[in-house]
T-cell receptor, first 115, second 109 residues
């Protein structure tokens, strides 16, 4: 399978704990994006990387969130001191730029539940 | 803030029916309008539209864009139970995608 992969697929954690998610993009894609999706909503943009550079962060990305893409390949998203409001599906997507319309390809997501 | 609005939010039909899903957008930096299908997992890419009036078609699904009126429609003909999903539209302008809330389609046998 050469699509976007994410690990873990599910994570249950207690409030206040730190969690880290991993995303492996499609191998030749130079852009990697993180989105968050809650029930009944479309995905909301969090941040994106072009190669190893983090180029944009949403105001949704509080100080407790940090993302890295150290070698321009896989990326990690860490949430520190988790809160119940962080419970959501965290989606990773990748794309190859330049491209005409910005199509992105999504991974299966990591579902986070904070108890 | 860019805004993408989808309607209806949910729709229940019988197999064989034809459905039309709507997506309107209000953006100033438009590049494209994208449609995705989401079952209980990742959104899967369906169509990307960049030009008005040119229909994109894939099997029983088709989509068209109207850049003057700022909307797009997704048509599904002869629906099947496997078409049951949430259909998301998204505007691609700056680097991120801005999504609507989706239309939840349920196709009953």
């Amino acid at each position: 399978d050469t699509g976007v992969s994410q690990n873990p697929r599910h994570k249950i954690t207690k409030r206040g704990q730190n969690v880290t998610f991993r995303c492996d993009p499609i191998s030749e894609h130079n852009r990697l994006y993180w989105y968050r999706q809650t029930l009944g909503q479309g995905p909301e943009f969090l941040t994106y990387f072009q190669n190893e550079a983090q180029l944009e962060k949403s105001r949704l990305l509080s100080d407790r969130f940090s993302a890295e893409r150290p070698k321009g390949s896989f990326s990690t998203l860490e949430i520190q001191r988790t809160e119940q409001g962080d419970s959501a599906m965290y989606l990773c997507a990748s794309s190859l730029v330049p491209n005409l319309g910005g199509e992105q390809y999504f991974g299966p997501g990591t579902r986070l539940t904070v108890t | 803030e860019d805004k993408v609005v989808q309607s209806p939010l949910s729709l229940v039909v019988h197999e064989g029916d034809t459905v039309t899903l709507n997506c309107s957008y209000e953006v100033t930096n438009f590049r494209s309008l994208l449609w995705y299908k989401q079952e209980k997992k990742a959104p899967t890419f369906l169509f990307m539209l960049t030009s008005s009036g040119i229909e994109k078609k894939s099997g029983r699904l088709s989509s068209i864009l109207d850049k003057k009126e700022l909307f797009s429609i997704l048509n599904i003909t002869a629906t099947q139970t496997g078409d049951s999903a949430v259909y998301l539209c998204a505007q691609g302008g700056s680097e991120k995608l801005v999504f609507g809330k989706g239309t939840k389609l349920t196709v009953n046998p």
